[in-house]
């Protein structure tokens, strides 16, 4: 059998615009097993898009590339029904890319579920961002370290990430690393630390007022005495703020996520957070 040739190519393609008030899909194109569902507009008037891979997951050998653009002014949620399965591979990467381009004004609210990188699997996912002037990405991304209710912790073979946004001066943030399945020392370190996550939140046209309170405000919720979750934020070299944070259960990371997404939105354009699970 040649595993070579295992694996399928997907690719999806988005392009939203701002029209009257509201966001609209202008152009989609798609390749299984990326699939979607038309836009949902939404109170604000932003476009909530669920991206969907009917396969129930990756394979090695599985590419799939993504490359959203948000003309000026337009309002995009992007998010996932369920987590991103990735399954043992025996020697075969799954690769997941993601081109992300973000005009003046324009917002992109980046929130899928977390990935849960089976035994034995081997993943890779890159995240590029390019913003233009004024425009706006809230971006999260979550890893869990196994099935955990079979007792499968950091038994993957390999994961790689990157997250890389770049603003319009050029000036970029990098978040990078590669795990390598279990080992002694990452064991001891992530003890009863079963999923790790990142919030991005960049813009280079807000003021620093308003990004000092929402950082206090972030920092709250991070620092309630709750021993389920424990996580830090912080200023990277472009105008924004950065979250790194650990949590014990799946419920821990919902909760945590959601809070964080609530005050977010409520910190810069004074919105509610948009009820999902009702769509």
């Known amino acids: ?131 233009y002037p004024g425009a706006t990405i809230v971006l999260w991304d979550a890893i869990a370290a196994g099935r955990i209710a079979r007792g499968e912790r950091w038994r993957f073979a390999s994961l790689e990430n990157e997250i890389r946004i770049v603003t319009a001066s050029r000036g970029y943030l990098l978040e990078r690393y590669h795990i390598k399945g279990l080992e002694p020392l990452q064991d001891r370190l992530l003890s009863g630390w079963d999923y790790m996550a990142s919030l991005y939140v960049v813009n280079d046209r807000i003021t620093s007022d308003v990004w000092n309170s929402l950082n206090e405000t972030l920092a709250v919720l991070l620092d309630t005495g709750n021993s389920q979750v424990f996580g830090a934020t912080s200023e990277p070299a472009i105008p924004g703020l950065a979250i790194r944070l650990v949590a014990r259960t799946a419920p821990d990371l919902h909760a945590i996520c959601q809070n964080l997404w609530g005050a977010v939105r409520a910190g810069l354009w004074k919105l509610p957070l948009p009820d999902l699970r009702r769509r």
């Open 1 to 131: 059998m040649d595993i070579a040739g295992v694996g399928r190519v997907g690719e999806l393609v988005l392009q939203y615009v701002h029209q009257g008030s509201k966001t609209i899909l202008s152009h989609a194109r798609s390749r299984s097993p990326w699939h979607f569902l038309p836009p949902i507009v939404l109170d604000d008037g932003s476009a909530y898009t669920n991206l969907i891979n009917p396969s129930g997951g990756l394979v090695g050998g599985d590419r799939l590339s993504t490359r959203i653009t948000l003309n000026r002014d337009a309002h995009v949620v992007v998010s996932t029904p369920s987590a991103n399965r990735v399954y043992r591979s025996v020697s075969e990467t799954a690769v997941q890319l993601f081109d992300l381009t973000v005009s003046s004004g324009a917002i992109l609210e980046w929130f899928p579920e977390h990935t849960i990188p089976f035994t034995d699997s081997r993943f890779r996912q890159v995240i590029h961002v390019r913003l």
